[in-house]
């Protein structure tokens, strides 16, 4: 799968948004999440502001783990969900990594961090359109709204 080597934002490119093992051919529709496209989805332009806003905020490199999924490869993945957002390019799972700046050594931010930072966004009205959040065990996903309703969910996956 070639993807196109397009900067989307500051600091976010089309291809951080795909999986280079991804082999689908297969995505899902964002207006109506059950139908099947052949037309790989673009990631949503709320998720793109969504991802630079806590990229601005972190003042770090934000790593996406798991962009937007094929529906083939989303249904080989373990705890995947069948109607993943993922699918639709309305969602992405990312972590804030190791990193060097000054010669100093940055750690990773911990899940509760990246976390607090997206609670932060949120309450000062910076995100748009936001959809489904949680906080795995090793990452935070977001996931915006699009014509999809979904609740966000902040409370049981925060702790
Ligand atoms: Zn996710």
Avoid: C
Wanted: no cysteine; charged share 20%; hydrophobic share 40%.
């Amino acid at each position: 799968m070639s993807v196109e080597n397009i900067q989307l934002s500051t600091n976010f490119n089309l291809r951080e948004f795909f999986n280079p093992n991804d082999r689908g051919v297969t995505w899902r529709s964002r207006t109506w999440p059950q139908h099947n496209i052949t037309v790989r989805p673009r990631p949503d332009d709320n998720l793109i502001h969504n991802l630079q806003t806590l990229r601005d905020m972190f003042g770090r490199p934000v790593t996406i783990t798991s962009g937007i999924r094929s529906v083939e490869h989303n249904s080989t993945l373990r705890g995947a969900s069948a109607n993943s957002a993922h699918m639709t390019g309305a969602a992405a799972d990312f972590q804030v990594r190791q990193t060097t700046r000054n010669k100093q050594v940055l750690r990773a931010l911990t899940v509760r961090e990246m976390v607090e930072v997206v609670q932060r966004a949120f309450n000062q009205g910076l995100l748009k359109g936001l959809g489904f959040v949680y906080a795995g065990s090793t990452f935070v996903h977001i996931g915006v709204d699009s014509e999809v309703p979904r609740r966000s969910i902040w409370g049981a996956g925060f702790v």
